[in-house]
């Protein structure tokens, strides 16, 4: 039995009714996780619509797609979904309706959270076989919205998927000594958790299917109108596990420098110098 029920499978939608109840049970399992609140619910939803997500998952970039190769995140991409079929677009926008919000309110017990309209680094995600994403933090502050980022929704597309296969979600605590969780990405379970500077977590370990298949999931984000700009902004701060290959990301450091010692008006011409010559 399903955790979430879908009453419309053909647009996604939820019974409001319902989720106006879901996640209250599961509230106190979520706040007292380690090494940060977290949850993993298997079985998550209705499992129909997410059977039309892998039948018409994208075969190629959106407009808006974002796709990744370097040290730090290896083969991936991003797909946009405001570019799928009426089906998934409607489907999408239910997990950013006030229904499923209310849901992640009763399950987090963060009030007042805000979906995000642009979907920015969200919707589908795709790490190609060898690809991986290296444990870190996320960013903190939506640039166009100018919310704080407070909640993270996975859920996973890969059917039969073993812990063999790699790509497997790790949760590590603060001090970056070890990682307290490792979650095989299989098809229809759920991790929702808080991010915060510390909530590191990626998935480190290249994706090795025997058969050479991506790594799937739907991937979302939440936010709160709580920045009161006392807090410092950061982009996705990467780490490097202990006694490890991982790379440091030199390029932020070298940005989170020029932003702390130059001037606002002589840090931005840098930026804007630096994307001309990355064009």
Not at 8 to 19: C, K, S
Not at 24 to 42: E, R
Not at 165 to 194: I, K
Request: negative net charge; contains cysteine.
């Amino acid at each position: 039995m399903t955790y979430l029920s879908i009453t419309d499978t053909d647009h996604g939608f939820f019974d409001a009714a319902v989720l106006s109840e879901k996640g209250v049970d599961l509230h106190d399992q979520y706040v007292n996780a380690d090494p940060f609140p977290h949850i993993i619910i298997d079985d998550f939803m209705t499992p129909d619509i997410l059977e039309a997500c892998l039948q018409f998952f994208p075969e190629k970039p959106d407009p808006n797609s974002q796709s990744f190769d370097r040290d730090q995140e290896r083969y991936k991409t991003s797909f946009n979904p405001d570019f799928l079929p009426s089906q998934l677009r409607s489907f999408f926008y239910a997990m950013n309706s006030q229904p499923f919000v209310t849901f992640l309110e009763n399950l987090t017990g963060v009030k007042g959270l805000i979906p995000d309209p642009y979907f920015l680094g969200g919707g589908f995600h795709e790490t190609r076989q060898g690809g991986h994403l290296s444990v870190h933090a996320d960013f903190n502050l939506h640039p166009k919205l100018r919310l704080e980022r407070r909640l993270n929704l996975l859920i996973y597309l890969n059917k039969g998927w073993e812990e063999s296969y790699g790509g497997a979600l790790e949760l590590w605590d603060q001090e970056m000594s070890s990682c307290v969780h490792r979650v095989t990405p299989e098809f229809n379970r759920c991790v929702v958790f808080s991010t915060n500077a510390t909530s590191y977590h990626g998935h480190p370990m290249p994706v090795a299917h025997p058969d050479s298949k991506p790594r799937r999931s739907i991937a979302l984000y939440y936010y709160t109108a709580t920045w009161d700009g006392t807090a410092r902004e950061f982009t996705t701060q990467f780490k490097t596990r202990p006694q490890s290959l991982d790379k440091t990301d030199w390029g932020v450091k070298r940005d989170e420098l020029v932003n702390d010692l130059l001037p606002p008006i002589v840090a931005r011409g840098f930026h804007r110098f630096k994307r001309r010559l990355n064009r």
